[in-house]
């Protein structure tokens, strides 16, 4: 299991110029000063978050616009203090960014926001939004003929929401290979999910595969799979939430 080690203070960060590595992401987090009760949620997707900008997404700062990019849909946007770490590690916004996390006069707000952060694909914060519009966005890239990929990140109690079950069988029924959401689960639903949360999606046709949330080797892999015909889900287990 990986985890940040000898992460740079939070000066060091700050002076430093992106692109930045998985070392330096504590302290990037650490610049966003403002209050956050959401720290554990941001915290569990740190691994994923990094392993998708890293080695998975076709993304980059120089090219926001391009319309055969990849397109990643942070659906669980409450905690984005990762999303904007990560993000500002990549370049997509300056660092000096980082420290008005929250500030009435900061784009950085405790949900994201696509108008006002450089790279952020979809507003989210409200649960239940981000897997619909990921398979709209799958369907409409198909249409057109763009060989794009649509990653969403979901939260494991984000699927209790109706419209995730909704969503998770069109995706299934339309074939959609072009979509991968990937369920970061701590074990944080209301009832929990018979079978295991991937077993749902399976039903409809998914490939499922479960990894160590914190393990960026079986991250890649998972993540970088995909099947010519049928969506993927990857089920991301993290630490219980405290
Ligand atoms: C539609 C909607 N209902 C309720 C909430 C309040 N809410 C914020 S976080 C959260 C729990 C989300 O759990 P999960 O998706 O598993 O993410 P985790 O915090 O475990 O990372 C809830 C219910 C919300 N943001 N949106
Ligand atoms: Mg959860």
Redesign the pocket.
């Known amino acids: 299991m990986s985890s940040p080690t000898d992460s740079l203070t939070a000066d060091q960060t700050h002076r430093r110029t992106p692109p930045l590595s998985f070392e330096d992401l504590p302290g990037l987090m650490s610049l966003q000063t403002g209050d956050e009760k959401?720290g554990?949620?941001?915290t569990?997707?740190l691994d994923v978050l990094w392993v998708l900008y890293d080695e998975i997404l076709d993304v980059s700062a120089a090219a926001l616009d391009d319309p055969a990019r990849d397109r990643f849909y942070l659906s669980?946007?409450?905690?984005p203090m990762t999303y904007y770490a990560v993000l500002a590690a990549k370049g997509f916004f300056p660092v000096d960014w980082l420290a008005g996390f929250g500030g009435a006069h900061s784009r950085l707000g405790h949900?994201p926001d696509r108008n006002l952060v450089p790279g952020v694909e979809i507003s989210s914060?409200?649960?239940?939004?981000g897997f619909p519009l990921a398979v709209g966005t799958a369907l409409g890239l198909r249409a057109q003929g763009v060989d794009s990929r649509v990653v969403c990140l979901?939260?494991?109690?984000?699927?209790?929401?109706g419209s995730n079950a909704e969503a998770m069988t069109v995706a299934g029924s339309f074939d959609l290979s072009n979509l991968t959401v990937v369920v970061?689960?701590?074990r944080?639903?209301s009832h929990g999910w018979r079978g295991g949360v991937g077993a749902h999606f399976a039903v409809e046709g998914w490939i499922v595969q479960r990894v160590d949330g914190r393990d960026h080797q079986a991250l890649a892999v998972a993540m970088r799979r995909t099947a010519a015909t049928v969506p993927t889900l990857v089920v991301a287990e993290v630490e219980d939430?405290s």
């Open positions: 959401h554990p949620a941001a569990s997707t669980k946007g409450h905690g949900h914060g409200s649960l239940g939004h979901v939260g494991d109690a984000e699927l209790d929401e970061v689960d701590n944080s639903s939430q």
